[in-house]
């Protein structure tokens, strides 16, 4: 089943909203991809204009950000310590934005949005 991002059939106060079209392809978007920690795999999505997305599906290397030294590492992720989107994602190790990822450096927390921009860019946490 499609998703779509179009506009919704009801107004702010609950009432019925009589649309003059119907929907269009450009209103449906793609099913979640979420990604997990395993080998690293890339899967990549036509997006509007003919432009293209690479969305992460599996990860097991993040690019951790060391302010004390101001460099950054590539650290092995070894585990979803916390995640606030939603706390299932926890025991799926599921890697988003806002996750505190435990890695080889310590405990980071992702900045970057792995399913849509390829990558797992995080900061690591003072402890």
Not at 14 to 41: H, P, Y
Not at 90 to 106: C, V
Request: overall charge positive; charged content about 25%; some cysteine.
């Amino acid at each position: 089943m499609a998703l779509h991002q179009g506009k919704s059939n009801r107004k702010p106060t609950g009432g019925r909203l009589v649309c003059c079209r119907g929907k269009r392809k450009f209103e449906i978007s793609r099913e979640i991809q979420t990604t997990k920690i395993g080998k690293l795999s890339l899967k990549q999505y036509r997006s509007m204009g003919s432009s293209s997305k690479v969305g992460m599906l599996l990860a097991d290397y993040a690019n951790v950000l060391d302010k004390k030294t101001n460099t950054v590492k590539r650290a092995k992720i070894i585990n979803v310590k916390g995640n606030s989107a939603d706390p299932n994602y926890i025991q799926r190790n599921i890697i988003n934005k806002g996750a505190l990822i435990e890695t080889d450096l310590g405990d980071a927390i992702v900045t970057s949005r792995p399913g849509q921009c390829g990558a797992v860019n995080a900061i690591l946490v003072d402890n």
